[in-house]
Structure formats: C-alpha cells, structure tokens
C-alpha cells in the first residue's frame, strides 16, 4: 500500500501550502529520512507472507508495531518442516560478540556431523509428535517437545517506518545469521518499490557512523579544516541544504570542548 | 488496502490446514467478531484524508494506533476556516450526562445569538492572526490565540480493528455530535468496502447488550426458560454454533449463583 | 506502581472541579470500569519476573502493549530446565473447540507413557545441546533443536489496562491450560493490590455475559417486563446509576425491533 | 517507578548467566545506550502531572507510546488561565527554518504591542465563553472559540526509553521554544533520577554526530590516521571496548569506496 509519491504527499500535507515551491520529491524524501520525520514513511504499509523457523520468529516477534497472523499449533497440526544450516553457516561461537557465532568455520566434519545429527533428531521429533497425536494427545500438548527449527508461517504487516528500523537491527552484522538473510530480501523489495525512500534509508542511516561526544574530542584532533569547495560537495552528491549541515556538523567538532 | 477477502485469507494462516473444511467466508469473519479474535482485522487498512476542527482532532488523536500527518501552523500560514454548529445543534449542558449536551434544543433566539457571536469572533482573530503575520511576528506564536474551532487537516491511517474501536467509541451517543458525525461518515465508508466485517461489527458490537454480574442476576428472575426451537433460531439469524452459544449463555444465567 | 488511589487520581483531572460532589471512589472506578474509559486504568503499573517454557512464552508475547526483557539462547546457555504436564492435566483433543484439549483426561497408562516420553526426550536433548556446545559450535546454532518446551524467563511490565485485556484472553476456559495457570497467579496478584479495580473487572467483564443483535431478539420475547423495584435492586448491588442503566437496557430490548 | 538498577536488572536477564563476570552497571547502562538495546530502558517508568497550553499540548500528544488522562472542556470548566509569551520571546519568522522563530527578537514596541494584544483578546474570549455558560450553552459547545493558548493538564505516563525520545527530539534547537522549555525540566528530573542512564543519553545520542554516506566520502579525506594512543583514549574516557569501536569507525571510514 503506497510507495514513495505516498511519503510525499503526506508530508506534503505537514508544511501545507508554504512548501509549494520547495524542491522535488527526492530531496523531499531524503530531507525526511536525515531529520528523522518518521510519520510520512508510517503512510507506506507491506505485508508478507512467510516461512520461518520458530527460533527466527522468536526474535522477529520482539518488533511490536506490527500486525501479525501465525500458524496456529493448537487448531492444527505441524508440518514435518524444520531447519537445518548449510555446513558453511556452521561456526563457532564468537570471542568478541558473546551473542553470535565468529566468522571462523568449523572443521568440516564436526560441521557434517551437527547438520546430520539435528536432522535425525528432527526426524525423531516429528515421528513421536505423530505418535502422541496417533494416541488422541491434544494438539497443543503433542507439540511442546518439537524443537525451535520447526518453520512455522505468518502474515506480517508493517508500515514503512517501522520496517526501516526492523531492517536496521536485522541487517546489523551483530544480529543472527539466519533473520538477516529473511531481511536482506526484505530489503530488496523495498529497494524495488520504494526506491528513494530506500536509497535515503542506506545514505543517512544504514551506511552512516554516528561519533558520540568523547569520540568527537578525539576526532577533533584527527580532523584537517580544509574543506572542499562548495561546487565539490554538490558534486559529490551533497545538496545545498546539506553542505550547510556539513559545514555545522564541522564547526561543531572544531569548537566542541 | 485489502477488505473482507484479507480477514479470510490472514485468519486462515492461524487455522490453517485445519480448518479447510470448515464454513464459509461470513461465518469465519462473523465467528472471529463474536470471539475477538481481533488479528485478523488488522490486515485490513485504511487511509483518509480530513479536514476538522481542532478540538475535533483534539479527541481524534487519542486513538494512538493510528499513522498522522497533519497541517503544521508552524511551517504554514493557518487557512480562514472555522467551524460553526447548525442552529439546530446548539444545546443546553446536559443534566444526566456531565460531559455532554442534553436533547433540548436552546431558544432559537439565543442560539442565533451564539452562533453569530462565534462568527465574528472568529473573524477578529483571524484578523488579529494575519495582523501579527504581518509585523513579522512568527507563525508558531502569531496562531496561540487562534480558536478550537479552527479547521486543521490530516491523512490518517489506521486498520480496521482499531477503526471498529473507534467507532464504536465515536458512534456512541455519549461522543461529542461534532465527532459522531465524522464517525458515521466513516462507519458508511467501511459498509461499503467491507461489508461482511462492518454487518458483524454491527450485529455483535454496536447493537449488542453486554449484562454485568449483578445484572444477570436480576435478569436471571426475569427470564423465561422457554427458548424457541433450534429451527426458529436458524431462521431467525444464527448459526448452529451461535444456538449452542446461545444456549450456553441462558445456562449460564440460569445458574448464576 | 500505583493502585487504585492513581486511578481515580488520573480519572479526576478528567472530570476537573466539576466532580468534586460526585461519588466516592469505588464507584468512580466501578464506573470507569462498566463504561470502559480505559485510560485512568493505564495509570498502573506491574512488573512480573516470570519463568514460562517457549510455548507459553509464544502466547504471551503477542500481548503487544507491554515491555519485555528476555533471557537469551545467544547471549547465555539455557538451562536444563522443561516443562512436563501432570497427569490429570493430559487430555485429549476436544472435538468442540478445534484449538484446545477436552475435558476428559486420557487413560493414564497413556498419559504415563507421554510424560516418560517427554521427560526422556528432553534429556535427550539437552545433552545434544551440551554435545555441540562441547564442540564449539555457536550457542545460537546448537539451540535450534531444543524443545518449546524449554524454560526461558523474562521481565513483563505492562500498565493495569492492558493486564485486564491480557487477564480477559488468558482467564478464558478456551486459552490454553498452561498459560491459564498464569493468568490466574497474575490475578490473584491484582486483586490483592488493587482491589476495587479487580472487582469491577470480575463484575463487568469477566462475569459478564453480552447478547448480539440477533440474540436479543429471542431474548426480547422470553423476558417478562416485571422488574425489581429500585430498593431491590439497589440491595442487591447496583448503584443508583446502575439502575438507570439496567432499565435503559431492558427497555432497549423490548423495544427492539 | 524504577531508575538505572532497573535498566541493569532488566539487562542481566538477557545475558542471563553468561555476563556474570562482565564489567559493571555503568558500562552495561552505556554499553545498551550506544548499540540501541532500548528494552532494557523500558523498564522504567514516570509519570508527571503538567500544566501546558493547548498548543503545546498537541505537539506533545504526537508522541503515542505514553498515557495521558487530559483535564476535559466537556466535563469541567475550562479555567481562566492562559499563556503569553515573554518579550524576549516574541521574535519574528526564521528565514532558514520554515518551521521555527529566527534568534533576532523582534523590536521591544512591537513586542510588548503583541504581548498586550494576546492578553487582551484572551480577556475578551473568556468573557464570552463565561456569557455563553450563563445561556446554558453546553460546555462543549461554549469552549470551541477559547484559544490555542488556553491552560490545560493531564497525568502523562511514559517509559524512560520513549522520554529520552521526546527529549531528543524536543530538546532539539528546531523545536518551539515553548515545549523545549517544557523538556528541559523534564531532562533536568531524569538527570537526577537515572543519572547514569542520562549521561549515557547525553554522551552517545544528544551530543553525538552522524555522518552519512556522502559525507564520510569528504571526512575520509579530511581525517589525518594518526590515532592517540590507546592509553590516551582511555584517559579521555573511552572503555577498551569503544576504543575498538572507534578504531573500526575509523577505518571504516578510511576504505570508504
């Protein structure tokens, strides 16, 4: 539902008539997405419909401003669907980043052998969910020893602001393997129909860097004030708007105390 | 964006396989009103564009799941628009409701009275307004002492869940006249595009009758337990299931303790 | 944080001076209650610390209006901890309502057999976990095939409103067993801190019991229009504006067309 | 309801037994603040009771994810009470941002003209509202010409991740002087309450500085690689681990493409 022209006319409506001569839309939109005026991207709303294993609905689950229909394990049954990494995503668990895995693989085979060991385990699993449903168990009780691989299945549906910020988290290199490749397509289909808004989205926020207070006295001193030229900035892709904010974003760490 | 087919197809994801045998469209939306299973209405979205008097939106924007953009007195100059009751609207303070008006219309006279006082107060401060625009005095302090009554302006987007709260809030007849109007225009735009769900909002919220404990106690004596037949309640409108909620609702009240 | 004092704290800047005559607290708050003005009851905070197994914890979270901090499967190793029914607490299928189990129980030789089987296999499991921890593997990864039955816990804080909405679904005799027993502790918690509130939310919601439209048309011709007499009424607990609401609705109903 | 050993208990949860060993409150709390671990700060909870125009109430209102119970025109008596600016205040329409008042006051005779023109129309609009109440006009209907300007007051409830939110954004320069006023005592109460969670605010959101795409493409080339030596940095009030993060800010900066 919407697409950029809907970030636009909704903002539109925020500064009225005293906007009509103000720039065209992209600077419009990218105007938005550097100050942080959220609501006009809340008007762009997408839903999807997807499959995933528990343990990545878990995690996904946590972004609360979104409306949500999933599977239900208690009107029917689970099917026989789980997950399993391939050998390559098997790693072992990071030094530095006490929630993920490093970037180091693990030896091939103990990588073979965790693979064909969840598999059989999951195959077990499901053959005695069957078993306690073949006994007249209740759904909801046969369920509770399938494992977090199950895939379960949802409509999720979510206005463009609220993605962004999904986004931003779930494509963070800190976040789990598996919800960043659900995010890295999600992306992608943003990209295709809201392009500008997307494209302001990695400009100002997924590619930038943010220097907290002491980090700006250091790089006060790491900083040479010799600036490009106005022309040069434009052409670098700065717009006027944003020379000025560069200029004071400078200014600012040149005084800052 | 989406409509009664929506509400299916998302409540469908949570019964899935299960239910495929199960009744048709009507039955399911009707079933999922009944039981608050509200989820599924939120797949449903809408999106207005209004103009409304300030202390109208003043209540508006209590509903807090919902996506807004409004006209900004700050970056626009405010347009010369104020709203004015029908003499027929202007009443007394109610006497049983604190918060409202009473049914009694004012003498004419005096509401002629009123009405054209509104009016030329309107125009003084509109004239006052663009008096301080015009000494240069800022937009965002030149507006303060403009009236409630001005009309302001906004897209607002909501889903439909949240819009049957709404208007089941905003229909009721204790909801400012000024809101209620609003309401029932919106209220016939969703009959329109979602019939089947605004028919169970209707049957099952707006016109339905909720009895508390000591209530059901009362009605407990009042009642006689002779219920027409199961074919008399089909015809007069309920599904099985509902007969056997029926049933078990009179049961309930029969041994209420 | 809070109680029923903050409640009619919040309620009285609503109604301003001009309630300071009415009525005392209770029924301010049974009134807010019965008419659902649901803000005042936003005024109250709880905050639960909570161990629940997955299954469990799925249901919960979709209780969107709430703040959660979650122990994490990557951060940490989980546990050796699992929920197991009891016995008497393993039932069958109901053939009513296709989410739940019955009322009777499953013969116990079976529901032995189940629970052994439970208790086996998540053994099983967590020494699995355990193995692939022991090599190395990413705590991230080697979860995946434990079961929804594992315990995880949690911070919930949540305001007195929305724990009435969360009390109203989980209360329900169609949630599942296991969360019910939940809400029922929770319950019990907020009728010993803010009694009044919890009384009301018992006599007009829970106990409650709301006819449709269709359904007050049967009931229109099996009510005989002799009422109580106020003081009767009054004894038997309604407030003097309950009454008169009482008759509204009566009168609603015979009046139905 | 809670401060800074709430956040800390909340995070322990998540690192459950993993983090035992892990540095202490004061890194924890800024350690969350700087990578955006917001539901830690949740946790915490204020609750103000504030006096404010209505102008500035419809600006504070946009901030959803608070309660509020507003003192209400329909019930109650709107009181004589409204807002004027100082002269110092009264300054002319800024030419940069469209929004907002330039910092040039504007000449005293005009000002104190405006001061005095607000206070009486505000005079006379009272008088008319009184008059209108004596003609049994409805409350509701009385009010709807009182201005922007007049007092209202509510009860506002947020969480301390949300405050520092409206605090971002309201103690920015863009905002209207008027609720700026308004956030910095509110600033001041958390300063003093949670001050270690306020510092971290200050130092990694309110006086931090992002840098987008483009403009890391200029500071690459601005920025000489002589670093301070690790000591160094660590005497400026880095911990080990953000001087890790700045030096991969850094040279995520220098092999900027």
Redesign the interface.
Known sequence: ??GDESIV???R???????KTVSEDRNLIRYLM?H?HT??F??V?Y?F?IKL???V??QW??H??A???????????MPDEF?V?SPED?????KTN?????DEP?PEE?ANE?IQ??QE??NL?YE?YNN?LS???????A????????YT???W?I?LHNLFHFLE?RLHPTA?YEIREYAKIIAQIVKETCPIAYQAF???RL?????????????K????????TFEE?LE???TKR?VEE?FT??S??NNFK
Chains 1, 2, 3, 4 share one sequence.
Request: hydrophobic share 35%; proline share 4%; net charge positive.
């Open positions: 539902m919407g006319q909704a903002a409506v925020s500064y009225g008539r005293g906007t550097r942080c609501s006009p809340e008007m709303e839903k419909h294993p528990i343990f609905a878990r689950i946590r609360r401003t409306n949500v229909n999933e599977y239900s394990g208690r009107y029917s049954v997950y990494p098997v790693r072992t668990q990071s006490k929630q993920g895995r490093s693990i103990i965790f060991d969840l385990t999951q699993l005695k306690y006994k007249e168990i209740a759904r909801e009780l369920r509770i020893n399938l494992p977090l691989s199950t299945e949802w409509y549906k206005d988290l789990q990695e400009d100002y590619n930038s860097v943010t220097f907290s207070a002491v980090e700006l006295k250091i790089l001193n790491m900083i040479q004030y010799k600036l490009p900035m670098m892709g700065l944003e560069f974003k400078i600012f760490i």
